[in-house]
């Protein structure tokens, strides 16, 4: 990786995957949803085939980049938005004003956003691919405590123990 520094951006694969299944099976839509019948025929085959694509991701750059790296999770900053823009903007040494910040702050959803009341992620998941997930994640996070000390506590959420 011939990279001098790496912004690592990394979302709960549960999520990353269900919406990354929406984009695909609406042709490259970032806002309309994928119907019901394509996650009930599709959706856990998808799930199966990308869920190690994730998990080599992040592996390969946690392990093989040894470079200075800042990790955002992306779960995180939906919700503090403005303090991991900072913290991003020191790690690339990048001054910005006030006026950028609220820009951005009121910006934020920006002209994609997929409405989200349609399908229940959690609906979606059939118990043998809730499982690959957890394992996945079990073996991800321990890479990534590993590469980021200050992140040990950090975990992601469970198809199951969400909303």
Known sequence: MNFDAALILIRNPFLS???????????GSWSKNASLVDFQENFNKFA???IPLWE????????????????????????HLQEDLA?????????Y????MCCTIQQREGRFH???SYVNPKTVYSA?????FENTI????????????TKANFRFQSIKEMD
Do not use: Q
């Open 48 to 50: 199966r085939e990308n």
């Open 56 to 79: 080599n991701t992040y592996t390969t750059w946690f392990t093989n980049f040894t470079g200075p790296a800042h990790l955002v999770i992306y779960d995180h900053m939906v919700g």
């Open 87 to 95: 913290g991003m903007a020191e790690f690339l040494h990048f001054n």
């Open 138 to 149: 079990y073996r991800v996070l321990s890479i990534l405590h590993n590469r980021f000390p």
């Open 128 to 132: 043998d691919v809730i499982d690959l």
């Open 17 to 27: 995957i269900f919406s990354f299944f929406e984009y695909i099976s609406t042709k």
């Open 114 to 116: 997929r409405d989200r």
């Open 97 to 100: 004003t006030t006026k950028d």
